[in-house]
């Protein structure tokens, strides 16, 4: 079993809907991520999170939102999107600030997979 | 300018073989951190290895092993052994000091790796 929940894991919307995505983790890390993965393309950052404020925010459209109420959650709010935003959002946690000598590896979810019709 | 390149989009390995994923980074600092990441078909990204720029020893994980080639910048990841539940997608993925003090990996395209019986 994962460390990182992330639901629904299947998403299936139109341009006009507003759904959002939930992520969960229970490893007491301080950091968390969004990444959008779709067919043939790089992982992409969107956002990032450390102690609840966002640090990173890759130049993602604002129908994309993120919202991060303490160190367990991640949301993200989704309202009229486009067909190009079908893809694997994924979820990931980590400690935080990186400490060199320990790895500060990702612990992802399984993902939401959305469909935008 | 790609930051992890992973040239091979396939790759098939018979069982009990080994198997190397090629993997080149491109960056100008002297300390970073390099990984593996396997996401098999069910979505979740699963930690594999992790080699620091300083580490003078090849990282080792049972059957991964990270062949680490600091001049040619080259972190190619070596399963010996294959299993049938090796079959995934594998990334390459690179952790570079950015402003602000974080540390957020990027990641390769990846290659998917079949495992014949």
């Known amino acids: 079993e994962t460390g990182v929940t992330q639901t629904p894991r299947h998403l299936v919307m139109g341009m006009t809907n507003k759904k959002s995505l939930k992520c969960e983790q229970h490893l007491g890390h301080n950091a968390m991520y969004w990444y959008k993965q779709s067919a043939k393309k790089p992982l992409e950052l969107m956002f990032v999170y450390s102690l609840e404020e966002r640090v990173e925010n890759n130049s993602v459209p604002s129908r994309f939102s993120p919202e991060c109420p303490n160190s367990s959650h991640l949301f993200l709010h989704l309202h009229t999107l486009q067909p190009e935003d079908s893809a694997l959002y994924l979820c990931?946690?980590?400690?935080?600030?990186?400490?060199?000598?320990?790895?500060?590896?990702?612990?992802f979810g399984e993902g939401s997979r959305l469909t935008v019709l | 300018a790609q930051k992890i390149t992973q040239t091979q989009p396939g790759m098939f390995v018979q069982e009990k073989e080994a198997v190397t994923l090629d993997c080149t980074y491109d960056?100008?600092?002297?300390?970073?951190?390099l990984f593996w990441y396997k996401q098999p078909s069910s979505g979740e990204m699963i930690f594999l290895i992790y080699?620091?720029?300083?580490?003078?020893q090849n990282a080792t994980e049972g059957r991964y092993s990270l062949n680490f080639q600091k001049a040619r910048k080259s972190a190619n990841l070596v399963i010996s052994a294959s299993q049938l539940g090796d079959s995934a997608m594998y990334f390459c993925?690179?952790?570079?000091?950015?402003?602000?003090?974080?540390?957020?990996?990027?990641f390769g395209r990846g290659t998917s790796l079949i495992v014949h019986p």
């Open positions: 080699q620091g720029s300083y580490d003078e």
């Open positions: 990931a946690s980590s400690p935080g600030q990186a400490e060199w000598g320990s790895p500060g590896e990702l612990f």
């Open positions: 960056t100008s600092d002297q300390s970073y951190g």
């Open positions: 993925a690179m952790r570079e000091p950015r402003r602000g003090g974080s540390y957020i990996p990027t």
